[in-house]
């Protein structure tokens, strides 16, 4: 359930803030952003990952897709040289986060947003600079929106190189969080999401006791986010309890 009560503060501290300068990395309010490149060479025969990479000052954070009862989560807006294209932002899995009455979906400390950058074939090889604007929404008690203009310069190959240049920070910033994105579901395991008394029971067989979960809907306006989730494990996984959000109207097997 999305609430309005702080876009008055954050149209008031967005009007005075001013635009970043165009590098790979810029600070700005109570966060630093960055462009992560694991490899600053990109080929037709390779999968090309890039990052949007946030460090985040204590206490503060940013927001998953969905996310929650308030706030907006990155986004990033290319300009790229004809023959490259840019996939969609992926996303960690987030942590519930309070914020007074309300409950949000995001990230503290750090995250890395990953994405696919794919060259054509036809593309013109050779050195390339890939120009991103990236905004963003960062809450404490209050939210703050930012934006910054970030390039990096690349090379376009039409082989897949066999020795490739990073910088060495950033190799390691992306080897740490790059594989942090949400496994797909295993194929052996099973999962019933049904209507129940007062919102959703999520029933999940993985063959084994499970102790630990947490639930977190593509779509807005379906749980009440800060109610509890009782979880209940059973011998081969876990009954997960969720309770809807109060002004649903859907009907719940379409969900």
């Known amino acids: 359930m999305r609430h309005s009560r702080l876009i008055p503060v954050i149209l ?11 590098s790979s990395t810029a600070d700005a309010a109570h966060l630093r952003v960055q462009l992560v490149a ?5 080929s ?8 949007l990479y946030f460090k985040l000052e204590p ?3 940013v927001y998953w897709k969905n996310a929650g009862d308030s706030g907006e989560p990155p986004h990033i807006h290319w300009t790229l040289p004809e023959g490259v294209t840019a996939g969609p932002l992926q996303f960690p899995a987030p942590k519930r986060l309070p914020l007074g009455p309300l409950m949000d979906f995001g990230y503290e400390d750090e995250v890395l947003f990953p994405l696919k950058l794919q060259v054509a074939k036809t593309a013109k090889f050779g050195p390339v600079v890939l120009h991103a604007k990236a905004d963003w929404l960062v809450c404490r008690e209050v939210c703050i929106p930012g934006n910054a203009v970030l390039e990096e310069t690349f090379r376009l190959m039409p082989e897949d190189p066999m020795v490739t240049s990073a910088l060495p920070a950033d190799l390691k910033l992306w080897n740490r969080l790059a594989n942090s994105l949400p496994k797909p579901f295993p194929e052996n395991a099973k999962a019933i999401f049904e209507p129940a008394k007062d919102g959703f029971r999520l029933s999940v067989e993985t063959g084994q006791r499970e102790a630990t979960a947490e639930f977190f809907p593509d779509d807005q306006d379906i749980l009440d986010n800060p109610a509890p989730q009782k979880l209940t494990p059973t011998a081969k996984g876990l009954i997960l309890d969720l309770k809807k959000d109060a002004n649903l109207v859907a009907n719940p097997a379409q969900l």
């Not at 037709?44 to 990052?51: I, M």
Request: net charge negative; proline share 11%.
């Open 59 to 61: 206490g503060w954070h």
């Open 38 to 42: 694991p490899a600053f060479e990109l």
């Open 44 to 51: 037709p025969a390779r999968e090309n990952g890039v990052g």
């Open 12 to 22: 008031f501290i967005a009007a005075g803030l001013p635009a970043l300068a165009a």
